[in-house]
């Protein structure tokens, strides 16, 4: 079966170039299509509508991150909502499916993303335990497993790829917005790379105009940040699973 997981849409630009350019993507026989969302309503959070109109263009199923409730709304909106997964180490009192089975051509894939503890600000469980959990409960129900590892620390997300090396078809990492030159197949095949980057703007600091973030960054003054809308890209990877995995950035 062949996969895209695109990473962390942000805002309007990164919606336009995801509904530009999936299309061509779907049309070239790619049975199944993942991101993540945490960024996709402005640049912060995601709403109800936002995650429709994802689900529209094409995108099966949402992975989320540290920016899950930037919309207060998502909150209420999340019970009617089943192809968006939380991170499944988040405390078990927030709301929200912590993975989810996503049936296409006779596959079932798992799906579900956790959240880094190195440099994040979450209240969130030991990531390396909770994707044993997963792992566990999801085996026996698939054909394939896909993580979305969302964490700043590329030592935490290679140590997750050894973790799950063999266990799992494809590890992604999110959250940094950059994409990382890794794709590779590890020893016991698990296809891993420690960040896809993200759908949007690539003239930006993490997909918003860089001059308010650069000027804060000289005089340390707070600034609204606006979503930038130049050199749009979709980044993300394609991954064929089978006998023999195979993973290729796409940027
Ligand atoms: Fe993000
Ligand atoms: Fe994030």
Known sequence: MQLLFLGDIVGRSGREVVKKQLPQWRSKGVDFVFANGENAAHGFGITKGVAHELRDMGIDALTTGNHVWDQRSFLQDINDIDFVCLPANLPTQQPGRRHMIVERNGKRVGLFCLLGQAFMADKVSCPFEMASKKVAELAPLCDAIVVDFHAEATAEKMALGWHLDGK????????????TADARLLPKGTAYITDIGMCGSYDSILGFNYDTILQKALDGLPR?????????????????IGKQNAIQLIF
């Not at 799992?168 to 994409?179: C, E, F, K, M």
Request: net charge neutral; glycine share 6%.
């Open 168 to 179: 799992v078809d494809l590890i992604v990492g999110t959250h940094t917005h950059i994409p």
């Open 224 to 240: 609204k940040h606006t979503i930038a809308t130049e050199n749009l890209k979709l980044s993300g990877v394609l991954v064929s």
